[in-house]
C-alpha cells in the first residue's frame, strides 16, 4: 500500500506561483503524478515523473515543473504563471499501470488539494 499526502494549494492572483507537495509512504512507487479537476469537469492529467523523465500536458507546458526528492519520497509541483483556468483540485497519484497521462495508469490517489487563481 502507498499513502500520498498533499500540501501547497491555496488562492494565488493570476500569474502568480504556488508550490504543492506530495510525500508518499508505504512501499517505493517508481511513477508518480499530479492530476486536477475543476467543477463539473473529467480528472485530467498535468505532470508525471518516471525514471527520470518528465511528462507534462500541453496545457501547462513550459509553466509548471514536476520534481522528485528520492530521499525524502516527495514529489513536487512547482507552479508558475499561473491562470484562471488552473482553478481545479490538484490531486498526487502513485501506480505503475499502462497509461502514464490517464487515470486508469494510477493505483494511489492523494485527497487532494485546492487551487484556485483569481483573475
Known amino acids: 500500500q502507498v499513502q500520498l499526502v498533499e500540501s501547497g494549494g491555496g488562492l494565488v492572483q493570476a500569474g502568480g506561483s504556488l508550490r504543492l507537495s506530495c510525500a508518499a509512504s508505504?512501499?517505493?512507487?517508481?511513477?508518480m503524478g499530479w492530476f486536477r479537476q475543476a467543477p463539473g469537469k473529467d480528472r485530467e492529467f498535468v505532470a508525471a515523473f518516471w525514471w527520470g523523465t518528465t511528462y507534462y500536458s500541453d496545457s501547462v507546458k513550459g509553466r509548471f515543473t514536476i520534481s522528485r526528492d528520492n530521499a525524502k519520497n516527495t514529489v513536487y509541483l512547482q507552479m508558475n504563471s499561473l491562470k484562471p483556468e488552473d482553478t481545479a483540485v490538484y490531486y498526487c497519484?502513485?501506480?505503475?499501470?499502462?497509461?502514464?497521462?490517464?487515470?486508469?495508469?494510477?493505483?494511489?490517489w492523494g485527497q487532494g488539494t485546492h487551487v484556485t487563481v483569481s483573475s
Open positions: 508505504g512501499r517505493t512507487v517508481y511513477r
Open positions: 497519484a502513485a501506480g505503475s499501470r499502462p497509461g502514464i497521462t490517464v487515470v486508469a495508469g494510477y493505483d494511489y
